[in-house]
């Protein structure tokens, strides 16, 4: 008997090669020139350190509320409602074209983006930021007004 021509496969591939293989790949070359230093800090630190510029706070955006587009001024708080535990709040504002609008503490009002901070009896506290210095607020307090019966 004569013994049978073996193949030897691992995996699927056959361990001789065969004429329609790939070329092995081409090296990549990069070229340095003209690019940035990824270790140093870019031009634009470098030149805030050099003349003592801070760099501004980033802010992030956010959808605008319905209130922000009117003026504080221009807002009347018509009422004040506490849940049963009083932990937590609500006050009903109504805009210029009589529209009743409920905000709540954290909410944004006002065109200066204000921030409601607190709901109290008959008051509610609004936080606004000054344009002329970073990090100072204005408390602005909306009352209550009650209308008088004819």
Excluded: C
């Amino acid at each position: 008997m004569k013994p049978l021509p073996v193949i030897v496969l691992v995996m699927g591939i056959p361990l001789a090669a065969t004429a329609g293989d790939p070329p092995p790949p081409e090296e990549a070359h990069y070229r340095f020139a003209g690019t940035r230093d990824p270790f140093q800090p870019p031009a634009s630190l470098e030149r805030r350190i050099a003349t003592g510029e801070k760099e501004a706070p980033k802010v992030k955006e956010r959808p605008k509320e319905p209130l922000e587009a009117f003026q504080l001024d221009s807002l009347k708080l018509v009422a004040i409602l506490f849940a049963t535990d009083h932990k937590e709040a609500a006050a009903m504002v109504q805009d210029p074209s009589g529209k009743g609008h409920v905000i709540r503490v954290q909410n944004y009002i006002g065109m200066r983006e204000g921030q409601v901070m607190e709901i109290g009896n008959g008051i509610v506290i609004i936080r606004e930021p000054q344009q002329a210095k970073a990090g100072d607020y204005k408390t602005i307090t909306l009352r209550l007004h009650e209308e008088k019966a004819k």
